[in-house]
């Protein structure tokens, strides 16, 4: 399981460090306002994405588990375009969708929920290579398509960029159903009838997307939020310090992949138990690392070397996110062991009462802080989530405060993972 975490956690971080390089150079070519606008669009396609997982996201590792994996490939991918125009009528009615940019909003959702059924297909097959060779692949032809719009062709645009993004999803979405299709052509004895299954996802994934939909909101809202007080400006600025931040998230969200694999396929309550403290401890520790070195970065050499002048104030951002940053990283271990052993409901809990706190601690923080507020109502909505989530695990798996603290064996495995000799 190790080796699968360390390969997944550097596929996602070479895909992390292409997507920092393209913040800085967005920033440069788009200015704070193309960055204001794409973050709003990309917003919108981040709610519509998790919509869709009802069927396209962690329904389908689950399921596979149990059933024929044709089953859950044909329902997700009639659901990624049925999702995808649901969502953005809801999206549009609601006042969230970017004037002008509803066809983009739903192509990206699309490709993207369909890029994320064939890699979450690939996962529960054990195919842990193929999995993380997508995602390299997505990063690298992202970038490398936007590299060229920009310096080749000279369309240093938002349309630019979504091309770009066109371009490259659809590559990966293409790549992803070829190595997918040998598992399709198997056939397996069938246990149940199609129709039960597709009712049971439905049921399961439903609580999914509430949970996905509520957490999304969490981590999206305050964009929407913020266009309304202060326009595409502050929404770049706060965009750019949200997504730099984020970029740590890549190592949690590894993680909790391969610990929902290994979750939902034992019953094992203990083991299950051992699985996820001991990836949450570790994750809690990386974090807390990783996001300390980012918050001490001087603010000059973003303003002076990676974005523009006009990003001043991004390490305030930055510094308001840290706390938040590590709190819902490590949240998404707990979640995820909610997820995998059948009781997703608790997961949906925890995401609806992270997004109540926000609500509530937005309305007071955000209109006498503006973006700083912003990046602090995250953080306290993302910490309330992880208390959230310990207090409810403790009760499931009854564990007590003193085991999520570091034991002598969490000491052993983070000496493995380092490759450090006692």
């Known amino acids: 399981m190790l080796k699968n975490i360390i390969q997944t956690i550097f596929a996602r971080y070479f895909s992390a460090f292409l997507n920092l390089l393209l913040i800085f150079i967005n920033s440069k070519i788009l200015g704070i306002n193309g960055m204001g606008l794409t973050g709003v669009i990309l917003a919108s396609v981040s709610l519509t994405v998790v919509f869709n997982s009802i069927l396209c996201g962690n329904t389908i590792v689950y399921f596979m588990n149990r059933y024929n994996v044709r089953y859950v490939f044909y329902p997700a991918y009639i659901w990624a375009f049925a999702g995808s125009a649901t969502a953005c009528g809801i999206l549009t009615i609601a006042g969230m969708m970017p004037a002008g940019y509803c066809w983009a909003v739903f192509t990206l959702s699309a490709l993207l929920s369909l890029i994320n059924t064939n890699?979450?297909?690939?996962?529960?097959?054990?195919?842990?290579?193929?999995?993380?060779?997508?995602?390299?692949?997505?990063?690298?032809?992202?970038?490398?398509?936007?590299?060229?719009?920009?310096?080749?062709?000279?369309?240093?645009?938002?349309?630019?960029?979504?091309?770009?993004?066109?371009?490259?999803?659809?590559?990966?979405?293409?790549?992803?159903?070829?190595?997918?299709?040998p598992a399709l052509k198997k056939k397996k004895p069938v246990e149940t009838s199609f129709w039960d299954v597709l009712k049971e996802m439905f049921v399961y994934g439903l609580w999914g997307g509430v949970d996905n939909l509520s957490e999304g909101l969490t981590t999206r809202l305050n964009y929407f939020l913020i266009n309304k007080l202060g326009g595409y400006g502050n929404v770049g600025l706060l965009d750019s310090g949200t997504k730099i931040s984020e970029s740590v998230w890549h190592l949690s969200n590894s993680v909790s992949y391969i610990e929902y694999n290994s979750v939902s396929k034992t019953t094992d309550t203990k083991e299950q138990?051992?699985?996820?403290l001991q990836l949450f401890k570790l994750t809690f520790f990386a974090l807390a690392i990783v996001t300390g070195i980012l918050v001490m970065i001087p603010e000059?050499?973003?303003?002076?070397?990676?974005?523009?002048?006009?990003?001043?104030?991004?390490?305030?951002?930055?510094?308001?996110?840290?706390?938040?940053?590590?709190?819902?990283?490590?949240?998404?271990?707990?979640?995820?062991f909610f997820i995998g052993s059948g009781n997703i409901r608790y997961s949906a809990f925890c995401s609806i009462f992270g997004l109540i706190v926000l609500v509530i601690a937005g309305l007071f923080i955000i209109?006498?802080?503006?973006?700083?507020?912003?990046?602090?109502?995250?953080?306290?909505?993302?910490?309330?989530?992880?208390?959230?989530?310990?207090?409810?695990?403790?009760?499931?798996?009854?564990?007590?405060?003193?085991?999520?603290?570091?034991?002598?064996?969490?000491?052993?495995?983070?000496?493995?993972?380092?490759?450090?000799?006692?």
């Open 300 to 336: 000059w050499i973003f303003t002076d070397y990676l974005l523009t002048a006009e990003f001043a104030g991004i390490s305030k951002v930055i510094a308001a996110l840290g706390v938040g940053i590590v709190t819902y990283g490590s949240n998404r271990i707990l979640s995820h």
């Open 119 to 181: 890699t979450l297909i690939l996962l529960g097959l054990d195919k842990v290579k193929a999995f993380n060779m997508i995602h390299i692949i997505l990063g690298l032809m992202t970038f490398l398509c936007l590299m060229l719009i920009y310096f080749v062709f000279g369309y240093k645009t938002v349309t630019g960029y979504l091309t770009g993004l066109y371009t490259a999803y659809a590559f990966a979405f293409l790549l992803s159903l070829l190595l997918l299709l």
């Open 273 to 276: 138990k051992r699985v996820t």
């Open 367 to 422: 209109p006498a802080h503006g973006v700083v507020g912003a990046a602090v109502t995250s953080s306290v909505a993302f910490t309330a989530m992880l208390v959230f989530s310990c207090i409810v695990f403790n009760k499931l798996t009854n564990s007590c405060l003193k085991e999520f603290l570091p034991s002598k064996d969490d000491i052993a495995v983070l000496r493995k993972i380092l490759k450090i000799k006692t």
